[in-house]
C-alpha cells in the first residue's frame, strides 16, 4: 500500500518560515512528478509548486521568490521550503506525487495545516 506522510506544518508568524516534508513509501519504482497543493477555507485546491523527477521546478506567481520546491529521490521525499510567509498562505497543504508502479498513478497526501498570524 502506498502512503504519502507529511510533516512540517504548525502556527508561525508572519514572515517567518516552515519546512514541509512528504515522504512517500510502499511498493513502487519510482517517484516521478511530485509536488504541493494548498486549499484554504471556502477556497478550491491550488497548485503551489511541482517538481519533476529530473529537478524542473513550477511555482505558483503567488510563491515565487520566497518558497523553494525540492526532493530527494533516494528517499521519496519531496520538501517544501516557505519564507516570508503571509497570512494568505493559510491554508491546508496537500502533498502530491505520480508514483510508478504497473503504470503512473497519482496519490495525495493527507494534509498538514499551515496557519499564518498577522
Known amino acids: 500500500q502506498v502512503q504519502l506522510v507529511e510533516s512540517g506544518g504548525g502556527l508561525v508568524q508572519a514572515g517567518g518560515s516552515l519546512r514541509l516534508s512528504c515522504a512517500a513509501s510502499g511498493r513502487f519504482f519510482r517517484a516521478d512528478a511530485m509536488g504541493w497543493y494548498r486549499q484554504a477555507p471556502g477556497k478550491q485546491r491550488e497548485l503551489v509548486a511541482t517538481i519533476a523527477s529530473a529537478g524542473s521546478t513550477n511555482y505558483a506567481d503567488s510563491v515565487k521568490g520566497r518558497f523553494t520546491i525540492s526532493r530527494d529521490n533516494a528517499k521519496n521525499t519531496v520538501y517544501l521550503q516557505m519564507n516570508s510567509l503571509k497570512p494568505e498562505d493559510t491554508a491546508v497543504y496537500y502533498c502530491?506525487?505520480?508514483?510508478?508502479?504497473?503504470?503512473?498513478?497519482?496519490?495525495w497526501g493527507q494534509g498538514t495545516q499551515v496557519t499564518v498570524s498577522s
Open positions: 502530491n506525487a505520480n508514483l510508478l508502479s504497473l503504470g503512473i498513478k497519482e496519490y
